[in-house]
């Protein structure tokens, strides 16, 4: 009968040491969690991350915190990620240019793909290619006619070198065909800011960030650098329907953790999220500001991830982007 005890207790051992996974995951969450946003504070990276936050706070019955940590391309806030704990409390909230940054610095304090496990994609948030008013440009035919008359006159505002805003500015100066000015910013709110006053000549800005100052008549749309129009701009053609091939740019913001965070804490936090996203608040927020769910699995995100670094690659050496 003693043997009989020990061996199932043994055995009850082994199954906890084998599962680790499994015990954090139905413990966790029982602290703060920290979101990292390595934008600053009105970027559309930002913007996402808050509209989800107070959701999935009351779904996990712990407190969310965004924390922005801007600088480097996103480089920044992404490194105090990928060297955190991977207990499930220190999580990233990054957009499209994570698959970019590999490719447009010298070097980076950490692996892109080994460093990182996807949860899931928050949503596509559309850029749309705004101007002052006082330029007198009224249509991207107009914008791109004034760039070709005097190449290298125009400039153009990005959140940062090897950022989504700079990527889509490139494809869309490369499918124009003409030579400009890159002159990127700390994130958003200072590219618009700059464009506003007339100081740089175009950015292409997540919606979310530049609608305000639309509605308002400071900034005008000439158009989306989306696949299809904006939700929230209907009557702004595409880049594409504006005459410009090869220049729609797909804007993402996505979630990711410390690619040695338990499987079965990356599997509950994204089961969480997307419970949060499907919540009318949360739907209503995004509808807002045009932004579009993007559902995925983790193993999902994790393969387009690898999919769109190798598409990046080649966008960054023909666009002749150099790594910082």
């Known amino acids: 009968m003693r043997v009989e005890k020990l061996f199932k207790a043994v055995c009850l051992s082994l199954a906890v040491a084998l599962a680790p996974g499994a015990a954090l995951a139905q413990a966790w969450p029982t602290k703060p969690i920290r979101i990292i946003v390595p934008f600053t504070p009105g970027s559309g990276t930002d913007i996402i991350a808050r509209a989800i936050s107070d959701r999935l706070a009351a779904n996990l019955g712990q407190p969310v915190i965004v924390e922005n940590r801007a600088g480097a391309g996103g480089t920044i806030g992404a490194a105090v990620v990928a060297k955190a704990d991977p207990d499930g409390y220190t999580i990233l909230v990054q957009s499209s240019s994570h698959t970019v940054n590999p490719f447009t610095f010298q070097t980076l304090p950490y692996d892109t793909q ?24 009224k249509s991207v035919q107009e914008l791109v006619a004034a760039a070709k008359a005097k190449p290298g006159s125009i400039n153009y505002a990005s959140a940062g070198s090897g950022s989504a805003t700079h990527l889509n500015a490139e494809k869309f100066r490369l499918g124009a065909g003409f030579d400009g000015v ?75 953790v410390p690619a040695k965070t338990p499987r079965d804490i990356v599997k509950k936090l994204h089961d969480e999220v997307e419970k949060a996203i499907a919540s009318p608040e949360v739907k209503e927020r995004f509808a807002k500001l045009g932004a579009e769910p993007m559902p995925m699995t983790p193993e999902q995100f994790d393969a387009y991830i690898r999919d769109e670094m190798t598409a990046n690659e080649k966008l960054i050496k023909a666009a002749g982007i150099k790594a910082n």
């Open 114 to 137: 080994k460093e990182f496990a996807g949860v899931t994609p928050l949503a596509v948030l559309p850029n749309v290619l705004i101007i002052s008013p006082t330029k007198g440009i």
């Open 182 to 256: 890159h002159v990127p910013f700390k994130g958003s709110p200072e590219a618009i800011t700059e464009v506003m006053t007339g100081r740089v000549d175009y950015y292409f800005s997540p919606v979310v960030s530049a609608l305000p100052q639309i509605k308002d008549g400071k900034l005008l749309a000439l158009a989306v650098g989306s696949p299809t129009r904006s939700s929230v701009l209907p009557d702004v053609p595409t880049t594409v329907e504006a005459g410009v091939p090869n220049s729609e740019y797909t804007f993402w913001v996505g979630m990711l």
